[in-house]
């Protein structure tokens, strides 16, 4: 099989590892990739929002089949045009990407299917939205409703605060994407992510994990894309992840299929739990990112037959073959992150790292410039490790940091703690 993954972060470094151990996996190409992956696979560069463009790529490459790692390309339509040419792709529509392009609209989805989430209003208009917030009382929760690349959600702890946040969003903040505001109920509770394959009718659970949001140690410092995962995650117990798969995913897979938008991708549902009920924070359509790295080195070669199973609709014949395993990404960011930062800096000490089915450096945001892996986003690395217990997954994740020879880049040095 040939196979193109678009996307070039972390993310796509672990798929691209993982669809590779699978015998069936001929030529592996990843849009665009980086200096990692291209250790691994061939790199291209290509437009990976433009469908047009993707499609013609896939017929001069004799491609089999499309993985889409990011979000933008399936919000941009990217997997219709190539179904409607022909390709297998796992990746869902234009349609249902909408679960996680528009707050609105996944609160719809859980209203038809009577799904557990936070009670909730959208607002056009900052009048109206203030007098809620003034009515309801804080803490309070207010979201952009569209896609505001993490930014649009203010957690306010008063009411002054929730004011301000209507204001600075209907206000242009993000653009198009705040032109509605959805105000929620402050859920407590403890965070997990939850990810299950969807072939429109059947789902599959592949994993559980849990991300550390914040940049610095303790949970301090401004909020990030994710600083390092775990999986699995100890509090979605079989019991819970049970209860979130039958009263919200599965509920919501059948309203997509209802509606004529199945969803088909992977569903990653993000979930408050509190005394063992889940509840819907968020949809994600994609893979979390270092989430998906986790997920990764636990399931290895098999997630190809996974996919590709899902994307062809035959979810139903396979499944996951579990070790009782975990497994630990450190996310290693350029020095100023998630801030302004520099790029360009070298990386040393990546060549003596292990690289084992347990062991594995995937890199999210670095180039090779002369033969030198030099940095090139905000979170550049991610060192993962694999074992039969969190704690020997820790131990072997933090001791391949102590090897890289990196100064311009800082790591948490907590990763997992609550959990450990
Ligand atoms: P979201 O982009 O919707 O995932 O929101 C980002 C983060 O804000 C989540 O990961 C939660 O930590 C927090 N959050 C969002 N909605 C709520 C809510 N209704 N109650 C409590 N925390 C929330
Ligand atoms: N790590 C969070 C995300 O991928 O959205």
């Not at 990692?36 to 290509?46: F, K, N, V």
């Not at 190539?82 to 996680?100: K, M, P, T, W, Y």
């Not at 939850?194 to 949970?219: M, N, S, W």
């Not at 790295?293 to 994307?311: E, N, P, W, Y």
């Amino acid at each position: 099989m040939n196979i193109l993954i678009l996307g070039g972060g972390g993310r796509e470094h672990s798929l691209a590892w993982a669809v590779k151990q699978n015998p069936k996996c001929d030529r592996l190409i990843v849009a665009p990739g980086n200096a990692g992956i291209a250790q691994i696979a061939e790199c291209a560069a290509l437009d990976i929002e433009d469908g047009d463009k993707v499609a013609t790529f896939c017929a001069d490459n004799a491609i089999d089949f499309v993985i889409i790692g990011p979000e933008a390309p399936l919000a941009a339509g990217v997997s219709d045009v190539l179904r409607a040419n022909g390709f297998v792709v796992f990746g869902c529509s234009e349609a249902a990407a909408q679960l996680e392009s528009s707050k609105s609209f996944t609160k719809s989805i859980c209203d038809a299917c009577d799904a557990p989430t936070a009670k909730y209003a959208h607002f056009t208009r900052s009048g109206p939205a203030k007098d809620y917030v003034t009515a309801q009382g804080a803490p309070i929760v207010i979201k952009a409703d569209g896609l505001a690349a993490g930014k649009g959600v203010v957690v306010a702890m008063d009411v002054a605060t929730a004011h301000a946040a209507i204001d600075d969003m209907l206000g242009g903040q993000f653009g198009a994407a705040g032109a509605e505001v959805v105000i929620e109920e402050f859920m407590e509770g403890e965070e997990a992510s939850y990810f299950i394959l969807c072939d429109g009718e059947t789902v599959l659970p592949v994993g559980t994990a849990q991300d550390h949001k914040r940049a610095f140690d303790g949970d301090e410092g401004p909020n990030t894309g994710g600083m390092g995962a775990y999986s699995p995650a100890p509090v979605l117990t079989d019991a819970v992840a049970r209860k979130a798969l039958d009263e919200i995913v599965k509920p919501t897979v059948a309203e997509m299929a209802n509606r004529g938008t199945p969803f088909q991708g992977v569903l990653y549902a993000g979930l408050m739990i509190k005394d063992g009920q889940p509840r819907l924070v968020e949809y994600n359509v994609r893979f979390g990112d270092p989430e998906c790295q986790v997920l990764m080195m636990r399931l290895g070669g098999q997630i190809l037959d996974l996919l590709h199973a899902c994307a062809e609709g035959r979810l139903s014949d396979v499944k996951p073959n579990w070790a009782d395993d975990h497994a630990m990404t450190i996310v290693m960011a350029a020095d100023g992150y998630p801030g302004s930062y520099e790029k360009g800096s070298t990386i040393n000490g990546l060549q003596d790292l292990p690289e084992t089915s347990s062991e594995m450096t995937f890199h999210a945001g670095t180039t090779d410039k002369d033969g030198a892996i030099t940095a090139t986003g905000g979170r550049v690395l991610n060192v993962t490790a694999r074992g039969n217990t969190l704690r020997e997954a820790h131990a072997k994740a933090y001791a391949m940091t102590a090897q890289i020879d990196w100064p311009q880049g800082f790591f948490r040095r907590d990763i997992g703690h609550r959990a450990l």
